[in-house]
C-alpha cells in the first residue's frame, strides 16, 4: 500500500509510539489525576510529560496551558463556544473545516453572526479583507493554518497580528500544519491554537489538544470529576483541570507523548523538507499528465503537505476507488469535510483528489503514484 | 502490586485488548468514516463492529444507538446538556458523582434546578422520595446504577418505571456497573445510559458511550466533520453521526472491541460472581479487624464490587499512601469526585479508602490485602 492520505490520519506510526501506547497499558494501573498510589502517579506523570514535550516543539512557555481534547473538533468547539457570547460577531474564512464552519452555523440560533473571507482561487485569504470585515462588534478571527484541502498556508502570524491591533481574539486551526510546517506559538502569539495529535505529530487517534494564551479564560464545554477540588460542587477554574474533565486517555496520551519525542529528534525542519520535495514532484509530476487539473499555490512555500487534483471531469470518488483498488494508492477523494473550500477553488460538488505525503512517504512511491494517476488517465 | 483501584480504571487489560490496539495501530492506516480506501474502511469497520458487539453485551437492539465519547463524563454531560432546557427541575441523587452533579450546578445558571435526593447511610435511594420530589416541570431523573464510593446498587429498574410512568427522562449512570453488574438495557429500559470504556468493560482509556434510546433526539455537545453530508454546513441528524464529530479513537475502540469480546466469552455473570466472592471476604475480614468503619449496604445483593472503609479516625489518604509504599496495594482513599455521596454516609470531608477488586483480582491477593489493612491498624 502506498499511503497518501496522511491529512486524515498519519500512518505509519513510529515504532516507539506503538511500544509506547503498550507500555502504558501493559504496565500503568492508575487513573491520572485520580489515585495515589504509583499507577495513579504515572497515569499522571504521563499526563504532565507530554504537555511538556508538546510546549518545547511549539514554543509554549507554560505547558499547562496545553488542554487535552478528544481530537481537534472538540478543541475548537471548546475555543468557539467557551469565548463567543450573543451578540458578538466573527470574522472566519471559506477555506475552514466543517470543525469550525458548523460550530458557527449552530452559533447563529444565539445570533452570533459570521462573516466568511472567500480566499482566491488558490486558497489564499488576503489580510484587507479582514481589515474590511471588521465591525464595532467582532470578537474573533478564526483563521486556518494550513487548508486540509488545497495545502495552503495563510500568513497565520500577519492575521493574528491584525486580529491583536483590534483587541479581537485569535483562533488558529493548526490541524494540518502541527508537525509538519514549522511554527513557534509565542512568535506566532495567537490566543488559541487547536490541533490534533493523530496528524503529522503521529501520535495515537484519540488525542487532541488546544493551546490557550495566559490570560485567556474560556466557558468550559464539559463539567465533571477533575481529581481536584473534589468537595467542591463548581467546576475547579485552574488549568488544565478545568477543562479536562473524567478519565483522560493517558493511553493515547503515552503514544503521543512518543510522537513528538520522534518529532523533537528529527525536527519539524527536516519533515517540512522532506515534504516538500514530495510535494514538488508531484507538482511536477502530475502537471505534466494530460487531462489533469492541479490546484492550489503557486509556490511550495505557501504549500503544506497536500496536492489537489482532478482527472478531467470524471466521478473523482470513482478514480480515487480506482487507485486504491487498482495500485494500492490509498488517497481521499471528495469534499474532505470542507465544503466551502471545494466552492472557492471550483471542485464543488464533484470534489477532487488529495495526495497528503508523510514524513515515511518515498521518493518511489511518490513514482508509483504518479504512474497509477498517469495510467488511469490514459485510461478513461 | 495488589491492584485495588479497578473503580478508577481497569487493570490488568486482557491480553487481547494490548493486541487488538497494536494491531489497529500498526495496520491500519486511516480515519473512520472519512477516506474511501482500505485504511479507511477498515477504521469504520471497527467503530461499527464495536458498537455491534456492545449492543450484543448490553442487550440493545440498533447499534446505532450507542454514541462513543471521550470518557463517561462527555456522555453524561451530553445527555444532560442535550435534553433540559431553560425551566426544566430534574431529580437526582447525593450518590451521584461529580460527572453528573458539576453539570447540574451549572445549569442553575440557565435556570434549570435540581432536587438531591439523600439516600440512607447505606447509600440508597428509596423510589418514595422520587415520587415526592416530582414537579410539573420535572423532565428527568438522573440516577447511578453503582456507587463509585459505596458499592450501593440503586434499585434502577423500578426507578426508570416511575420515571416513564410521568413522562420523564431517565439518565442512568453506568459507569461503575456495565461490565461488572448484568444487566440488559431493552428490560431496564432507560431513556440514557452512560458509561465509560476503561473500567469493567477492559478497554483503554480514552473511552466511553452514551446509550440513546430510539426516539429519543438531544442537542449535542460539539459539531463538527463527520465524513457525512460533507456539503451541508448544518450539522448531520442521524445517530450516531450527529453525536460523533471529529477523527474518533479508533485505536483505542479497537482495544474496547477486544474487551467486550472478553467478557461476552466469559459473561458478565461470571465476572459479578467472581467480584461477590471478593467483596464478602473483603467485607468479613475488614470487620474483623479492630477499630475498622465499614460503609455500604448491608446485603451482597446491593453491593457492587466497591468497598468502603476507615481506620479509625486517621488520615485515611496518608493510610492508603502507606499500604502502596508499605505493601504493595494500591486502592483510591478521599472523596471519590463524589463529596455529596461521603456527607450522605458521614465519611465528608476525610474521606475513607475505597478497595476495588476486578476480575483479574485473586483470592491471595486479598488476604494480603487484608493482612496489609491489620497490620496498619494495629500499628497506628
Known amino acids: 500500500m502506498i499511503y497518501l492520505d496522511n491529512a486524515a490520519t498519519s ?17 500503568i494501573g492508575g487513573n491520572p489525576g485520580r489515585s495515589e498510589h504509583q499507577g495513579g502517579l504515572a497515569a499522571s506523570r504521563i499526563m504532565y510529560d507530554t ?16 488542554i487535552f481534547t478528544l481530537n481537534a473538533t472538540e478543541a475548537l468547539n471548546l ?26 452555523e449552530t452559533l447563529k440560533k444565539q445570533s452570533i453572526e459570521t462573516s466568511l473571507l ?64 514549522p511554527y513557534h506559538i509565542e512568535k506566532m502569539n495567537p490566543d488559541l491554537l487547536a490541533a490534533p495529535g493523530h496528524k503529522a505529530l503521529l501520535g495515537p487517534q484519540g488525542t487532541g489538544f488546544l493551546y490557550m494564551k495566559p490570560g485567556v479564560v ?8 477533575t ?51 514530495h510535494i514538488l514532484q ?26 489537489l487534483f482532478a482527472i478531467r471531469d470524471l466521478d473523482q470518488t470513482q478514480l480515487n476507488y480506482m487507485l486504491d483498488q487498482l495500485y494500492g494508492v490509498s488517497a481521499r477523494a471528495g469534499l474532505h469535510c470542507a465544503p466551502l473550500a471545494h466552492q472557492t477553488i471550483g471542485t464543488f460538488p464533484v470534489g477532487a483528489i488529495r495526495f497528503s505525503p508523510g514524513y515515511f512517504t518515498t521518493k518511489e512511491e511518490i513514482d508509483q503514484a504518479l504512474s497509477a494517476v498517469n495510467q488511469l488517465a490514459s485510461d478513461f
Open 218 to 225: 474560556l466557558q468550559e464545554l464539559k463539567q465533571g470529576g
Open 118 to 181: 472567500k480566499a482566491d482561487k488558490t486558497g489564499l485569504v488576503s489580510l484587507s479583507d479582514v481589515r474590511q470585515a471588521l465591525q464595532p462588534n467582532t470578537k474573533m478571527l478564526v483563521i486556518t493554518h494550513c487548508s486540509n484541502v488545497t495545502g495552503s498556508i495563510q500568513p497565520v502570524e500577519e492575521m493574528v497580528k491584525l486580529a491583536r491591533e483590534h483587541q479581537l481574539l485569535s483562533l488558529v486551526d493548526a490541524s494540518q500544519s502541527t508537525g509538519s510546517i
Open 282 to 307: 508531484l507538482k511536477e509530476g502530475l502537471s505534466s499528465i494530460k487531462g489533469i487539473r492541479l490546484y492550489g499555490p503557486e509556490s511550495i512555500d505557501q504549500q503544506g503537505s497536500v496536492i
Open 227 to 277: 481529581g481536584s477540588e473534589s468537595e467542591n460542587l463548581q467546576q475547579p477554574l485552574t488549568v488544565p483541570d478545568r477543562y479536562e474533565s473524567g478519565t483522560q486517555n493517558a493511553h493515547g496520551l503515552a503514544g503521543l507523548k512518543a510522537g513528538i519525542e520522534f518529532l523533537l529528534k528529527e525536527t519539524v525542519e527536516a519533515v517540512r523538507e522532506h515534504e516538500k520535495k
Open 79 to 104: 475555543a468557539i463556544k467557551g469565548a463567543l457570547k450573543p451578540g458578538d460577531h466573527v470574522i472566519t474564512t471559506s477555506m475552514e473545516h466543517n470543525s469550525v464552519l458548523r460550530p458557527l
Open 51 to 66: 504537555r511538556q514535550k508538546l510546549a518545547r516543539l511549539l514554543g509554549i512557555e507554560d505547558p499547562l496551558r496545553v
Open 11 to 27: 500512518f505509519p506510526k513510529p515504532k516507539t509510539v506503538v511500544e509506547a501506547v503498550v507500555r502504558q497499558m501493559e504496565t
